[in-house]
Nanobody, 129 residues
Framework: VQLVESGGGLAQEGGSLKLSCTAS????????MGWFRRAPGKEREFVAA????????FYADSVKGRSTISKDDAKNTVNLEMNTLKPEDTAVYFC???????????????????????WGQGTLVTVSS
């Protein structure tokens, strides 16, 4: 299984960015997918997640209202669109996948890294002020 993130780079404060994560050897459409990030000098933190069906989405308070996670089943990809970027969004963003298919969790579990078995290498997002 391989998860490959793309779309990172340099963005201006207040701008937008779309991150994508393409999976190989694993079905995005049938598994819980998540995004995490690690800012310089900080621990990895949850950003967003989407249930296997796509019917439920979850966001960290820090990005809620200005981010959208979605799946593109045809491309076996999960996307994270972020708007109104802030310098504090600067981080390496990681895509993650639950190895199980069609698994449901209590809402609080989607925010936790332990439910994700596969991780990408990360893509760097730098937001300049």
């Amino acid at each position: 299984v391989q998860l490959v993130e793309s779309g990172g780079g340099l963005a201006q404060e207040g701008g937008s960015l779309k991150l994508s994560c393409t999976a190989s050897g694993h079905s995005v459409s049938e598994s819980v997918m998540g995004w995490f990030r690690r800012a310089p000098g900080k621990e990895r933190e949850f950003v967003a997640a989407i249930s296997w069906s796509g019917g439920s989405t979850f966001y960290a308070d820090s990005v809620k209202g200005r981010s959208t996670i979605s799946k593109d089943d045809a491309k076996n990809t999960v996307n994270l669109e972020m708007n109104t970027l802030k310098p504090e969004d600067t981080a390496v963003y990681f895509c993650a996948a639950d190895r199980a298919y069609r698994r449901r969790y209590i809402d609080g579990a989607y925010y936790r890294s332990f439910i994700y078995d596969y991780w990408g290498q990360g893509t760097l997002v730098t937001v300049s002020s």
